[in-house]
């Protein structure tokens, strides 16, 4: 230390003055893997998003969204309302079981799924997103007093 200076307080030292906790995929996995996602949009996912980013009916939506262990395709989260890009392979072996289990845990975190097939984004892209601007905006099946209890909760 120089003559003059202040001596290192409050734990301040030698140390990194970023972060620190190893590299980003072991901080927080599934944020790295939200990010990851936002650079490899399928073509109807970057088609869809391009339409929702221009806030349809004044929702902001988010693309590749991490809710719980999940990555979602697209989220209004003042509307509460989760939008998943359905391809072919969502049809085969055990992906209807794993998107039924997802779906659930969604819903049961207080969120509307809407699932959309890949063909439609990709013969109507802008009328599927005015659809979803109109679900987004529509009070049906949404709690009038907030989120819905988890299981096991009570009033």
Not at 96 to 108: A, G, T, V, Y
Not at 144 to 155: K, M, S, V
Request: hydrophobic share 35%; glycine share 10%.
């Amino acid at each position: 230390m120089a003559p003059g200076e202040n001596p290192p307080r409050n734990g301040e030292g030698d140390r990194a003055k970023r972060g620190g906790g190893g590299a980003p995929p072991l901080q927080r996995p599934i944020v790295y893997r939200a990010r990851q996602l936002r650079k490899c949009m399928s073509l109807p996912e970057r088609m869809l998003w391009r339409e929702l980013r221009q806030r349809p009916g004044g929702l902001k939506f988010r693309k590749q969204h991490p809710i719980g262990s999940y990555v979602v395709d697209f989220c209004c989260l003042t509307a509460r309302l989760v939008v998943e890009i359905d391809g072919e392979v969502h049809n085969m072996g055990d992906r209807p079981m794993r998107d039924l289990i997802r779906s659930k845990f969604l819903e049961d975190s207080g969120f509307r799924v809407l699932r959309v097939s890949a063909r439609r984004v990709l013969a109507d892209v802008v009328g599927i997103a005015d659809a979803i601007a109109a679900r987004a905006d529509s009070p049906l099946h949404r709690p009038a007093d907030g989120r819905p209890p988890r299981a096991g909760e009570d009033f």
